[in-house]
């Protein structure tokens, strides 16, 4: 495996992190997961663009464009041989003396590298089983941070209950997002999802699916739902760079309407391939 770290691309042998790297000692980065279908980055700019919207949210001193990361993840695509997959790329503000305070003059880290990422055909087809958790993560869900133990904890409890995704809630007139995902219901052939602001990140695949949905002419709505809204959808479909479009059949063991895989969850996964060639999303 060929790594990129910084603008030099080594062995995967040979890429070493410091111990005194932030974001080994305080979770000190962000990181974007980009997919990879047919030899060709999805929606790479958008995920560029918010990449950069979380290095500037942290003040770590990184120009995307200036470093030209574009071309350089294409090489790695190349230089992998990547053809349905994905890339992982990760940058921390760099290596420094433990202490909290950002330090001056760092270097920033980057590491990206590919990943082995299959499309979810059984869940999809199938829709997955979920469980519910109240949201006790920080209030800046909109950074995509290297502080994931909330995230991991969580899908390590849905795994525990042998579901699929956790749900988060703040209180039980606000569901937020999954633990690694975008959350969207169906009411009356109209799509609700929460808005974008501090309690979600803003997901590019939860983009994508108004894109799709403003080609398909379906209606939809950046609005805070109930966990009532929720279990009472006629439809529940999670979105991320990895599920794409899931559906959700069960929480908690209750079923979403008759338990099975919904038409406009099924509408929007066929679309998926079809306006993919959108370039950037507006
Ligand atoms: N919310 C959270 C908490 C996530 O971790 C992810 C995936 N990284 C998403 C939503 C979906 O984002 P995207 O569609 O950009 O993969």
Known sequence: MIVLKNNDFIERNEATIDMEDRGHQFGDGVYEVVRVYDGEAFLLQDHLDRLQYSLNEVEINYDVNQQGLSQLLQQLIEKNKINDGGIYLQITRG??????????????????????????????????TTILQKDFRWLR??????????????????????????????????????????VFIVKDDKLYTHPADNLILNGITRR??????????????????????????????ITSTSAEVTPVVEIEGQKIANGQPGPISKKLLDAFFEYKNVGQLT
């Open 95 to 128: 290596v420094a003396p433990r202490n909290h305070p950002y330090p001056e003059d760092t270097q920033p880290v980057l590491f990206a590298y590919p990943l082995q990422l299959s499309r979810p055909l059984k869940a999809q087809a199938q829709g997955i």
């Open 141 to 182: 869900c909109d950074i995509k941070s290297l502080n994931l133990l909330g995230n991991v904890m969580t899908k390590q409890k849905a795994s525990n209950a042998n579901a699929g995704e956790a749900i988060f809630y703040r209180d039980e007139n606000h569901v937020t997002e999954g633990s690694s995902t975008n």
């Open 208 to 237: 994508y699916i108004f894109h799709l949905a403003n080609q398909l002419n379906i209606p939809y709505e950046e609005k805070v739902f109930s966990l009532t809204d929720l279990k009472e959808a006629d439809e529940v479909f």
